[in-house]
């Protein structure tokens, strides 16, 4: 059974960091792309990084440089360091996996950027 659990979140001021961790089970990690995708009230689902099997990455614009996304398939983990917070980075962060046809989702954690 195909299972994604995030973790990491929590409540950080404006300019802070966090480590969100997305770990897989059910499945060989290493083999897939995993990305990150967040959701902020009002808003629709949107992707902000991912990782490929050779270890590609992509970033959304407004998050490179203060972003980044590693894999450790020991663990079949992939986190997503973030840094330099802003208020508008504030959203429930989901990971993804695309495995055979099927699309699979985390539970979510939820980041809130405020003083």
């Known amino acids: 059974q195909v299972q994604l659990v995030e973790s990491g979140g929590g409540l950080v001021q404006p300019g802070g960091s966090l480590r969100l961790s997305c770990a897989a089970s059910g499945f060989t990690l290493e083999h897939y792309a995993i990305g990150w995708f967040r959701q902020a009230p009002g808003k629709e689902r949107e992707g902000v990084s991912c990782?490929?099997?050779?270890?590609?990455?992509y970033y959304k614009d407004s998050v490179k440089g203060r972003f980044t996304i590693s894999r450790d398939n020991a663990k079949d983990t992939v986190y997503l360091q973030m840094n330099s917070l802003k208020p508008e980075d504030t959203a429930v962060y989901y990971c993804?996996?695309?495995?055979?046809?099927?699309?699979?989702w985390g539970q979510g954690t939820q980041v809130t950027v405020s003083s």
């Open positions: 990782i490929d099997g050779s270890g590609s990455t």
């Open positions: 993804n996996v695309l495995r055979l046809g099927n699309n699979y």
